[in-house]
């Protein structure tokens, strides 16, 4: 498996238009895209920093991961995300590694990409998302 990069660090959030504020506001830095992912019953604000992103995840449903993240730990840091280049190749690998797969085929995710989420019991507790952009799968 070849990480090209960390892509993005996921923060769930109660609401991705109050703490885009405090990015902004104090960091300086601005959430740029904003998209829904029906399938995910998630809306993300991607914010640019560097070669990587902070992605605000914000649910669109009551009953949704998300929400039922916030409801169990609150709002804060949900997964941290690698770039791979060949990401069906790296599950491959992960799975004849005997890591635990959430996700064992990529999906689709948000900003054009697919991802596939690796189990938190099999990665000391970190709930790990490996995604690759969309025009390099062609």
């Given at each position: 498996?070849?990480?090209?990069?960390?892509?993005?660090?996921?923060?769930?959030?109660?609401?991705?238009?109050?703490?885009?504020?405090?990015?902004?506001?104090?960091?300086?830095l601005a959430v740029t895209e904003s998209e829904t992912v029906e399938s995910q019953q998630v809306t993300t604000g991607f914010i640019p920093v560097?070669?990587?992103?902070?992605?605000?995840?914000?649910?669109?449903?009551?009953?949704?991961?998300?929400?039922?993240?916030?409801?169990?730990?609150?709002?804060?840091?949900?997964?941290?995300?690698?770039?791979?280049?060949?990401?069906?190749?790296?599950?491959?690998?992960?799975?004849?590694?005997?890591?635990?797969?959430?996700?064992?085929?990529?999906?689709?995710?948000?900003?054009?990409?697919?991802?596939?989420?690796?189990?938190?019991?099999?990665?000391?507790?970190?709930?790990?998302?490996?995604?690759?952009?969309?025009?390099?799968?062609?």
């Amino acid at each position: 498996m070849n990480i090209v990069k960390i892509d993005h660090i996921g923060v769930a959030v109660d609401g991705i238009e109050e703490a885009g504020q405090f990015w902004q506001q104090i960091l300086g830095l601005a959430v740029t895209e904003s998209e829904t992912v029906e399938s995910q019953q998630v809306t993300t604000g991607f914010i640019p920093v560097g070669d990587s992103e902070i992605e605000l995840l914000e649910s669109t449903m009551e009953t949704g991961p998300i929400a039922k993240f916030i409801e169990k730990r609150g709002p804060g840091i949900h997964h941290i995300a690698f770039e791979v280049d060949n990401l069906a190749q790296a599950l491959e690998e992960l799975k004849s590694a005997g890591i635990r797969l959430i996700d064992e085929q990529p999906r689709p995710g948000a900003g054009d990409k697919r991802i596939a989420f690796l189990h938190p019991k099999a990665t000391g507790g970190v709930l790990v998302e490996l995604c690759e952009r969309v025009d390099r799968c062609r």
